[in-house]
């Protein structure tokens, strides 16, 4: 199994910024994997947001964050972050930090793979105010 432990949800202002943390552990198959950061706001389906792909560094973005949010990887510390800035109050919801093998699907079509192919973090809680 790989478990992944997010942090750095908080409440701010919009135009604020915060800094998430998805730290991995566990047993991996393959060193070539992908990790996204989805979320879902309340009476709204899940959407993704950014992607990693450890096989090139390669990033993916929403639309809806382009420009603002940035992700990356710490390899030393075995954390990917997003850097959250330019916050505005749809950003407004619980961050999902997803392992997958199947990096077309989770961070292209921005479809959720099943649990026999994807491990799911806890959920960390972002409130931004107008």
């Known amino acids: 199994q790989v478990e992944l432990v997010e942090s750095g949800g908080g409440f701010v202002q919009s135009g604020g910024s915060l800094k998430l943390s998805c730290a991995v552990s566990?047993?991996?198959?393959?060193?070539?994997?992908?990790i996204a950061w989805y979320r879902q706001a309340p009476g709204k389906e899940r959407e993704g947001v950014s992607c990693?792909?450890?096989?090139?560094?390669?990033?993916y973005y929403a639309d809806a964050v382009k420009g603002r949010f940035t992700i990356s990887r710490d390899v030393a510390n075995n954390t990917f972050d997003l850097q959250m800035d330019g916050l505005k109050p749809d950003d407004t919801a619980t961050y999902y930090c997803i392992y997958s093998n199947l990096l077309f699907s989770l961070c292209v079509k921005w479809q959720i793979p099943s649990s026999d192919f994807a491990s799911w973090g806890q959920g960390t809680q972002v409130t931004v105010s107008s």
């Open positions: 990693f792909s450890t096989t090139d560094s390669s990033t």
């Open positions: 566990g047993r991996f198959t393959t060193h070539y994997y992908a």
